[in-house]
C-alpha cells in the first residue's frame, strides 16, 4: 500500500467530527454489509432514501447539533481504498461526493483539490478550489494550490493574489514567497522579485532554491558577489544542484576566479557527463586567456533571462528524496504550461513505482506521439506494456523499433524476449540469433539462446551456447548452474556437472536453485546423504519450490525414509497445481508422475505396517 503523508490523521479528524446517532449508526451498518454496494468502480450512489439518511434528517430537524451525513462517510471510505491503490482519480470522484454531502467539512475539501490535481482535472480543480474559498477564504492549502494553477494557466495577477493570502494567513510559508519571486520574475518585477527571495530565506534558511533564485535575482542585478555568496549557499545545501552550480561557475568566471571556476565545471561534468554546454565552457577556457574568458561570460547566460519551471525544480528534488507523490503533484503543475518528453518519462516511472502501470503506459503512449521515431520510447513503452499484461502490444511495439533500427541487435534481443513472452519459441530463438549475428560478444545472448533451445529439447545446441557464454563471462554463475543441473537430468557427465555447479556456488553461495542443482548432483551420483544436506540447505534459501520438493522426495525415497518421501512429494503435488495456475509458471514437476510416486510409496507404508 502506499503511504499518502496527507492521509495522516484524517481518518481521526473525520470520526471526530462525526457525531453518529444509535439510528444513524444502524442505518449505516446495515448499508456497509450490502453486497451490492462494494466496489468504487460502478457504485450505487443514491443512499438517499436508506434508514440512516432518512434518520438523519429527522435529527437534524429536531436538534440544533450538526450530525454527519452517511452518504458522505460513506464515499470517504471508498475514496480512502482508492488512494491506497494509487487510485487518485476515483478518489477525487469519492471525495467531491463527500464535500456535496457534507460541504462544511473544510478538510476533506483540502484533500479534495490535491487530489484533482493529482490526477490532473485541473478545469474541475478551479471550479472546486473558487468554490470552497467562497466559504473558506483563508485556506491556506487551497489558496497556495489554486495560485499554482493560475500561474500555468497565464493569469499572474490572479495566482498573485492568492499567494499573498497565503502568506498573510501564514508568514512563515517559504513556498508562498518562493512562488511569488518567480511571478514577479515573469512580469520583469525583478526588485519585487528579489524581495520574495529573501523572505524565503528569512522563512526558511536552509531551502537551496530560495538561495538559487536569490543567487540569480543578484546577477540580473549586477551584485556578482551576492551572487556568489547565495549560489555557493544553494550547492553546499544541495551538491547535485546541477543548474545552481552552473550559475555558480558562471559568477566565480565572471569574477575572474578562474580555478575555482574549473572546479565546479570538472564537477559538473562528472554530475551531468552529456552536458554539452558546460564540456563547451571548458574548451573555451583551455583555449582564451584569462582576458578573453572574462569577454566570453560577459552576458548573462540565456537561462538566467528565462528561469526554468519553477515546479520542475520543485519536482526534482521531491523525486531524488523519493517523496512521489509530492513531485507527481509538482509535475502536474509544470504540465499545464510546458509539455514537455521529460516531464511524461518522470511521471511514468512514478506511476510505476506506484503500481500504476495503467498509467506510466498512458504517459508513454504521449510520448510516442511527441517522438514517433524514438527507438527508447518504443522498447521502454513495450517493456511497461509487458508489466502491464499485454504482451501482443509489447511484441508489436519492439517490431516497429527494430524496423526503425535494423541494424541494432539490442533490439533483436529485446523482440526475442518480448516472443518468449507470448510462447512463439522459434521466433525468439530466430531473432536471438539474429542479435548474435550483429553482436557476438554479450554472454547474454549466448545463455538466452541456450535456454531457448533447451525448452526445445535441443540439449546438445543449449549446451555449446551456455559454454560460449562462459567463454566471454567465466563468472556467469547461472550458465555454470544451467551446464551442471541439464548434466545431471541427462545422468552424464557428473564429475563436470560438479565442477560447475561448485564454480557458481563459489559466486553466489546462498542462491538456493544453485544448492538444489548440487544436491541433484549428487544424487544422481549415488550419494544420496550429501544430496539431502544440499536440498535441505537450498530450502533455506528459497520460497517452496515444487522441483525442490520433488527433489526431496526422490533423496528421501532412496535412503528409504518412506514417510518424509510421501510428504515431500504431496507438497510437491500441492505447490505444482499452484504454480500452474500463475500466468508465469516456470518449470513444475508432471502431475502424474508425482500421484504415481505417492501411490507407490504409500503401498510401502501400508506393507510396512
Not at 168 to 185: C, K, M
Not at 294 to 302: C, G, H, R, S, V
Amino acid at each position: 500500500m502506499t503511504q499518502n503523508p496527507d492521509l495522516k490523521g484524517t481518518l481521526p479528524r473525520f470520526s471526530a467530527k462525526t457525531l453518529w446517532t444509535p439510528l444513524a449508526l444502524a442505518g449505516w451498518l446495515a448499508v456497509a454489509n450490502c453486497s451490492t454496494v462494494a466496489t468504487s468502480q460502478g457504485v450505487d450512489n443514491d443512499l438517499a432514501t436508506s434508514y440512516a439518511v432518512k434518520s438523519l434528517s429527522q435529527k437534524q430537524g429536531n436538534s440544533p447539533r450538526y450530525t454527519r451525513d452517511p452518504r458522505s462517510y460513506f464515499h470517504y471510505l471508498l475514496a480512502l481504498k482508492a488512494e491506497s491503490k494509487s487510485r487518485f482519480e476515483d478518489a477525487a470522484s469519492h471525495y467531491l461526493e463527500v464535500v456535496r454531502h457534507d460541504p462544511e467539512m473544510e478538510d476533506m475539501r483540502e484533500i479534495l483539490v490535491k487530489l484533482l490535481l493529482r490526477s490532473g482535472q485541473i478545469d474541475k480543480l478551479i471550479e472546486v478550489s473558487q468554490e470552497s474559498l467562497e466559504r473558506f477564504p483563508d485556506n491556506t492549502v487551497i489558496n497556495m494550490v489554486l495560485a499554482d494553477v493560475l500561474v500555468g494557466k497565464g493569469d499572474a495577477y490572479g495566482a498573485l493574489k492568492h499567494y499573498r493570502k497565503v502568506t498573510e494567513v501564514d508568514p512563515g510559508s517559504s513556498r508562498a514567497y518562493l512562488l511569488q519571486g518567480t511571478v514577479y520574475d515573469s512580469l520583469k518585477q525583478y526588485g519585487q522579485a528579489r524581495e520574495m527571495y529573501q523572505q524565503v530565506i528569512l522563512a526558511e534558511s536552509g531551502n537551496p532554491l530560495g538561495h538559487h533564485f536569490l543567487g540569480q535575482a543578484e546577477i540580473r542585478s549586477g551584485n556578482y558577489e551576492a551572487a556568489e555568496a547565495s549560489l555557493g549557499k544553494a550547492v553546499a545545501l544541495r551538491p547535485n544542484f546541477i543548474q545552481a552550480r552552473e550559475h555558480y561557475a558562471w559568477v566565480l568566471l565572471k569574477l575572474g576566479k578562474n580555478d575555482q571556476a574549473v572546479r565546479e565545471l570538472k564537477l559538473l561534468v562528472k554530475l551531468d557527463p552529456r552536458n554539452q554546454k558546460v564540456r563547451s565552457y571548458l574548451d573555451n577556457m583551455q583555449k582564451l586567456s584569462a582576458e578573453e574568458n572574462l569577454k566570453e561570460f560577459a552576458d548573462i547566460p540565456e537561462d538566467l533571462k528565462n528561469p526554468a519551471n519553477i515546479h520542475m525544480s520543485i519536482a526534482g528534488i521531491f523525486y531524488e528524496q523519493a517523496m512521489y507523490l509530492n513531485a507527481l503533484d509538482e509535475f502536474q503543475l509544470t504540465l499545464i504550461k510546458d509539455d514537455k518528453k521529460e516531464t511524461h518519462m518522470l511521471m511514468s516511472r512514478i506511476y510505476e513505482i506506484l503500481g500504476r502501470l495503467d498509467k506510466a503506459v498512458e504517459e508513454f503512449e504521449i510520448l510516442r506521439k511527441m517522438a514517433p521515431k524514438s527507438v527508447e520510447i518504443l522498447r521502454y513503452s513495450a517493456r511497461l506494456y509487458s508489466l502491464n499484461g499485454q504482451p501482443h502490444e509489447a511484441v508489436r511495439l519492439v517490431e516497429q523499433a527494430v524496423e526503425l533500427e535494423p541494424e541494432n541487435d539490442s533490439l533483436y534481443h529485446s523482440l526475442s524476449l518480448a516472443y518468449m513472452a507470448v510462447e512463439k519459441y522459434d521466433l525468439a530463438i530466430q531473432n536471438m540469433r539474429t542479435a548474435i549475428s550483429l553482436n557476438d560478444s554479450k554472454d547474454a545472448y549466448f545463455f538466452e539462446l541456450g535456454a531457448l533451445l533447451e525448452r526445445r529439447e535441443n540439449y546438445s545446441d543449449a549446451i555449446d551456447n551456455m559454454l560460449r557464454a562462459i567463454e566471454l563471462n567465466p563468472m556467469h554463475s547461472n550458465a555454470h548452474n544451467f551446464i551442471g543441473y541439464m548434466y545431471a537430468q541427462e545422468g552424464q557427465y557428473l564429475d563436470k556437472a560438479l565442477g560447475h555447479l561448485k564454480k557458481a556456488l563459489s559466486i553466489q553461495p546462498r542462491n538456493g536453485y544453485f544448492l538444489d542443482s548440487l544436491g541433484w548432483i549428487y544424487f544422481k551420483k549415488g550419494e544420496s546423504e550429501k544430496a539431502l544436506t544440499e536440498i535441505k540447505k537450498a530450502m533455506v534459501y528459497v520460497a517452496p519450490d515444487p522441483v525442490l520438493y520433488d527433489h526431496l522426495g526422490d533423496v528421501h525415497y532412496s535412503l528409504k525414509n518412506y514417510e518424509e518421501a510421501s510428504g515431500a512429494w504431496k507438497t510437491s503435488l500441492s505447490l505444482t497445481k499452484v504454480k500452474k495456475d500463475e500466468s508465469d509458471s516456470g518449470e513444475v514437476p508432471n502431475e502424474e508422475a508425482l500421484a504415481e510416486k505417492i501411490k507407490k510409496v504409500n503401498q510401502l507404508l501400508l506393507e510396512s505396517y
